[in-house]
């Protein structure tokens, strides 16, 4: 079964330092793709980035990269440059592509609360 | 470009009364769309997915129904209400295919009393 796993629940950053979103996962499926997503306090989850399993690179998007260790099994989000607006909840995601084919359901992780300090 | 749209942004219901939550994308076809349920302090949990009009998959056994009339319109409902339904419930779309990322819209939190 699919599983995503995010062991902080709270982190404190200070404005303009890099921070790292920890995320691990555990699935049987050779094929599956792996999502961050941002909730601010209105509660919209707004997707930040995206990596496919077969990807060669990292993705990066702006200021989000995401560091994709396929062997440890982990897909860590990277802020650069952290901003006031970054503080939000964090929340990683994955979907199988192949073991559940046709099965579009997202599995989220219980996500990481960033606060950014001024 | 493609917009969501869900309302209400917030209600309050009793035990026992039904419930209609209303989903809507725009600028897009053929769209897959999807019903989560948020706990307060939790990741979300898939709770019904639609790749087509009346094509509903359910995900969790549970007090809901969905229901999709339009191409772009996905409804949540309940006959009764019970108070474990409390929860922020957010609707998201896809483009058809495997591998599409989900867009969420700005969700509905309701509080049954």
């Known amino acids: 079964a699919q599983k995503i796993t995010q062991t902080q629940p709270g982190m404190f950053v200070q404005e303009k330092e890099a921070v790292t979103l920890d995320c691990t996962y555990d699935?049987?499926?050779?094929?599956?793709?792996l999502f961050w997503y941002k909730q601010p306090s209105s509660g919209e989850m707004i997707f930040l980035i995206y990596q496919g399993s077969y990807d060669q690179q990292n993705a990066t998007e702006g200021r989000y990269s995401l560091n994709f260790q396929k062997a440890r099994k982990s897909a860590n989000l990277v802020i650069s440059a952290s901003q006031l607006g970054d503080s939000a909840m964090y929340f990683c995601?994955?979907?199988?592509?192949?073991?559940?084919?046709?099965?579009?359901?997202?599995?989220f992780g219980t996500g990481t609360r960033l606060t950014i300090i001024p | 470009s493609q917009t969501i749209h869900q309302w209400p942004a917030t209600l309050v219901q009793p035990v026992g009364s039904p419930l209609s939550l209303e989903c809507t994308v725009e600028?897009?076809?053929?769209?897959?769309l999807y019903w989560y349920r948020q706990a307060a302090g939790r990741g979300l949990q898939l709770l019904f997915y639609s790749v087509g009009i009346g094509q509903i998959s359910s995900e969790v056994p549970q007090n809901l129904s969905a229901s999709r009339p339009q191409d772009r319109q996905f409804i949540l409902s309940s006959k009764k209400l019970l108070l474990s339904d409390s929860g922020f419930y957010l609707c998201?779309?896809?483009?058809?295919?495997?591998?599409?990322?989900?867009?969420f819209g700005p969700g509905t939190r309701l509080l049954v009393l």
């Open positions: 995601a994955m979907r199988d592509f192949l073991v559940n084919f046709g099965n579009e359901k997202l599995t």
């Open positions: 998201a779309w896809s483009r058809a295919g495997g591998r599409e990322t989900q867009y």
């Open positions: 600028g897009t076809s053929n769209p897959n």
């Open positions: 699935t049987s499926d050779p094929s599956y793709g």
